[in-house]
């Protein structure tokens, strides 16, 4: 039970997450871009803010703490 709860309480952790989102998103984006035919640069703009929004929400989190 115990390791139940444990794994419960991770995933429940994880997708209450910023950053477990944006790392989603950062799979997700480019092939969403891929499959819309999105030229490279607008791509490559979408997949760096995405980047950026990361390592922000993770400076951030280190703050808190």
């Known amino acids: 039970k115990m390791q139940n709860f444990l794994q419960n309480y991770l995933i ?6 910023k ?9 997700v984006v480019p092939a969403l871009v891929t499959f ?3 030229d490279e640069q607008t791509a490559t703009n979408l997949y760096q803010a995405i980047l950026v929004l990361i390592v922000g929400q993770g400076i951030a989190d280190v703050a808190k703490k």
Do not use: D, N, P
């Not at 429940?12 to 997450?17: L, R």
């Open 12 to 17: 429940g952790q994880m997708f209450k997450s």
């Open 19 to 27: 950053k477990f989102w944006y790392a989603i998103s950062s799979v």
């Open 36 to 38: 819309l035919g999105v």
